[in-house]
């Protein structure tokens, strides 16, 4: 009997601790002890999952194709002297942004042809019949291409005349060269890149950054003068004429100082 009353109470003192570890202490000058319920170590809790980072979203195809080759595009300007706002349009116009055929299976954003070309190959209808076009590994290969396509043409050479910031010169300059058949060709890129800004691209690569400022109670524009302004490029970046920014802002000269306002319109 006194070996089963033990066996009995030996379980209940175990199944009365728990799974909680426990610490005995022995007041000072009393033969009392108290007992303490320690704390779960850091290892024993139970550790919460940290809430994965949404990924960015874009309103359509073409402003995640911006985010996605910006830099990209503004590298080639810095190599090539090529307009990054120009590198960006064509690449939007002549892939769908991307989700064209030629983008998707062969990396192809500009629709360069063969034209004795020694790598892969993938073969798709345009002017004629299955033509044969240069397929990439990469996309940023088929950047290069392109900026290589353009410097080893002398037909395009006068475009390199043009300042590096004229997305309009390059565009127009682009279907004279050449480059396309549609003969809307130069307001489709110059439409692409005042509707998304990309020459803002041009302005980073270059080292400096447009501020304009609109008074909304009449709908005036106006410019900040930054380093490196002239009358004549404020009038083509801003589609106007020096004549007329001259008269807006009742000049007498050209000279311009930096931070300095200006009425554009």
């Excluded at 809430?51 to 190599?79: C, D, G, L, Q, V």
């Excluded at 989700?99 to 209808?125: E, S």
């Excluded at 690569?205 to 501020?211: D, T």
Aim: glycine share 6%.
């Amino acid at each position: 009997m006194k070996r089963i009353s033990i066996v009995l109470m030996i379980s209940f003192l175990v199944l009365g601790c728990g799974s909680k570890r426990k610490i005995v202490t022995k007041k000072k000058g009393s033969g009392q002890k108290t007992e303490q319920v320690s704390k779960k170590t850091e290892s024993e809790k139970t550790s919460t999952p940290e809430t994965p980072s949404k990924p960015k979203s874009f309103a359509n195809a073409t402003e995640a194709y911006i985010a996605n080759f910006s830099e990209i595009a503004k590298e080639e300007m810095r190599m090539y002297k090529i307009p990054a706002s120009i590198t960006l349009a064509q690449g939007i116009l002549e892939s769908g942004s991307g989700k064209g055929r030629l983008a998707v299976k062969a990396n192809n954003h500009f629709g360069i042809k063969c034209h004795g070309w020694t790598g892969q190959k993938i073969y798709h209808d345009d002017d004629a019949s299955q033509e044969c076009f240069r397929k990439y590994k990469h996309a940023k290969s088929s950047f290069e291409d392109h900026s290589t396509f353009l410097t080893t043409r002398g037909r395009y050479s006068k475009l390199f005349q043009l300042r590096e910031d004229d997305y309009k010169g390059w565009a127009k300059g682009l279907r004279s060269a050449g480059y396309a058949t549609d003969r809307k060709y130069p307001e489709k890129l110059i439409s692409l890149i005042e509707r998304y800004q990309l020459d803002q691209y041009d302005d980073e690569v270059l080292g400096r950054k447009k501020v304009t400022q609109k008074n909304k109670k009449n709908n005036q524009i106006n410019h900040v003068v930054i380093k490196g302004d002239t009358l004549y490029s404020l009038s083509k970046a801003y589609d106007t004429t020096v004549d007329e920014l001259k008269l807006l802002n009742n000049l007498t000269d050209n000279e311009l100082s930096i931070g300095q306002v200006l009425i554009i319109k």
